[in-house]
């Protein structure tokens, strides 16, 4: 990364957005270009040199950026892209952020002018709060980063990408097919954010719950505290990996009930057993 001097344009100054420009900032020889749509938060990034340059003009944040990272919801994501096609420096490449990558991929694709690349990416990264005042150049420390090429994409394109995943400190950077990607991530992301939800929409008995909280609770609920605005579309473009997640863990879920139903203390006990052992081979990356 030493002779990384592209200028990299970052599209929304939110929590990830203003993260990756605090990271980049270290790394690149080239210019980093912030756009967004408030003049305060433009005006707030260059005063505190996250940013080299700031824009809510699209045509004035676009026309250099040789790198463009979008940091904005998936419908923003490829409205942005199509809606801008013509501003786009040539040559540039483009990546992206967001949690769902099949139906982004599929849809800027086809509107995609010839000499820009579009490499789909997703930072498994993040952190309570929002906004430009909590992003930090370390919530990509150690993190895993998921690239999601397509046959269309230049092998110079993947490779920055990489770089920057690589900049930003991200230990593990995997490539791996989109529709790969939003199936996996339906068990691993979707899944655990809905079912914290339903966990903490289940408090019915009209009681006090915070006098009865432990850690297991806090640990099973802690992203029930969502974006709902994000999470639905996050959840609604994946949907069919989404349902096809609820209906393996609802068939787990009958049989275990079942199981305590009947009162059959062996079955309980090794179903337990077998998601500890399960539990204990995952590593998780932090």
């Not at 895993?144 to 593990?172: F, M, Q």
């Not at 719950?209 to 999470?231: E, P, Q």
């Not at 579309?233 to 349902?243: A, G, P």
Request: aromatic letters at 6%; one cysteine or more.
């Amino acid at each position: 990364m030493q002779d990384f001097r592209l200028n990299v344009c970052i599209v929304g100054l939110g929590l990830i957005g203003s993260s990756y420009a605090r990271a980049l900032k270290k790394f690149t020889k080239g210019k980093v270009i912030g756009l967004d749509i408030s003049e305060e938060t433009i005006k707030l990034a260059v005063e505190k040199n996250i940013i080299d340059e700031g824009y809510i003009d699209p045509g004035l944040a676009l026309k250099n950026a040789d790198i463009v990272i979008l940091a904005v919801y998936p419908d923003l994501t490829e409205k942005f892209v199509i809606e801008n096609m013509d501003i786009f420096k040539k040559g540039a490449v483009i990546t992206d952020s967001a949690g769902i990558k099949g139906s982004i991929i599929n849809t800027i694709n086809k509107a995609l002018r010839d000499d820009l690349d579009f490499v789909g990416g997703h930072p498994m990264a993040g952190k309570e709060g929002s906004g430009l005042e909590n992003g930090c150049d370390s919530i990509f420390k150690g993190a895993n980063y998921l690239i999601t090429p397509t046959k269309r994409n230049r092998e110079d394109s993947i490779v920055i990408v990489e770089d920057i995943a690589r900049a930003i400190g991200c230990k593990n950077i995997v490539r791996i097919s989109p529709e790969e990607h939003d199936r996996i991530i339906a068990y691993t992301s979707h899944l655990p954010h809905i079912l914290a939800v339903a966990l903490v929409n289940s408090d019915i008995l009209n009681k006090d719950t915070s006098l009865f909280v432990a850690g297991s609770f806090r640990d099973a609920t802690r992203v029930a505290d969502i974006n709902a605005g994000l999470w639905t579309e996050l959840i609604m473009q994946n949907k069919e990996y989404v349902i096809e997640q609820l209906s393996i863990f609802e068939s787990n879920i009958a049989e275990l009930k079942n199981f305590i139903a009947s009162g059959d203390n062996s079955s309980v006990y090794s179903k337990l057993e077998e998601a500890r052992d399960k539990k204990r081979g995952i590593k998780i990356y932090v």
